[in-house]
């Protein structure tokens, strides 16, 4: 399979704890993004990352969340000191750069997520 | 902040029904996309359009970009029971594109 392969699917954990998703993005693709996903609504963007360099956060992402793509190719995101709020749909997504209709099209390829609840 | 407004919430149509659902923004978008979601999956792209007044074909699905850029079509002709899913709308909200907002999406539900 060469989609987005995301790990784990999912995640029970207690308040407090801290946890970390993986992702692996298409091989050939040097964006990554993270989105969150809460029931009844859509992805909520989180970060952006071109290779190795972290372009772009969201205020959602708190002091809690950090994301790290350290050789340009899979990416963590880790949520310290869970809160109940933080359950949630972790997604990933990869675009190359450069595809039709020009270098920032929108168009993601997402992995089928990483599911947390935090008790 | 900006916001998609997806309309109608949810459908439920009989197999053989045209499906057509909408999205309207708060701003100018210069990109609009469709995704589809399936339950334990991520969206998939279904439609991107870049230019306003185009529409754009894959399948039966048929999406159309607003002549204002403030709004976005999608058509599902001749729904078949695999249509089930939660339709979104999307457009990138910063400057370089790179970010994408979501609008709350549209279920849809096909009885056959």
Known sequence: DTGVSQDPRHKITKRGQNVTFRCDPISEHNRLYWYRQTLGQGPEFLTYFQNEAQLEKSRLLSDRFSAERPKGSFSTLEIQRTEQGDSAMYLCASSPFGTSGGANTGELFFGEGSRLTVL | ?112
């Not at chain 2, 309207?24 to 996309?33: G, M, P, Q, R």
């Not at chain 2, 403030?70 to 979104?88: C, E, Q, R, T, W």
């Open chain 2, 1 to 112: 902040g900006q916001q998609l407004n997806q309309s109608p919430q949810s459908m439920f149509i009989q197999e053989g029904e045209d499906v057509s659902m909408n999205c309207t923004s708060s701003s100018i978008f210069n990109t609009w996309l469709w995704y589809k979601q399936e339950p334990g999956e991520g969206p998939v792209l279904l439609i991107a359009l870049y230019k306003a007044g185009e529409l754009t074909s894959n399948g039966r699905l048929t999406a159309q970009f607003g002549i204002t850029r403030k709004d976005s079509f999608l058509n599902i002709s001749a729904s078949i029971p695999s249509d089930v899913g939660i339709y979104f709308c999307a457009g990138p909200f910063n400057q370089a594109g790179t970010a994408l907002i979501f609008g709350k999406g549209t279920t849809l539900s096909v009885s056959s």
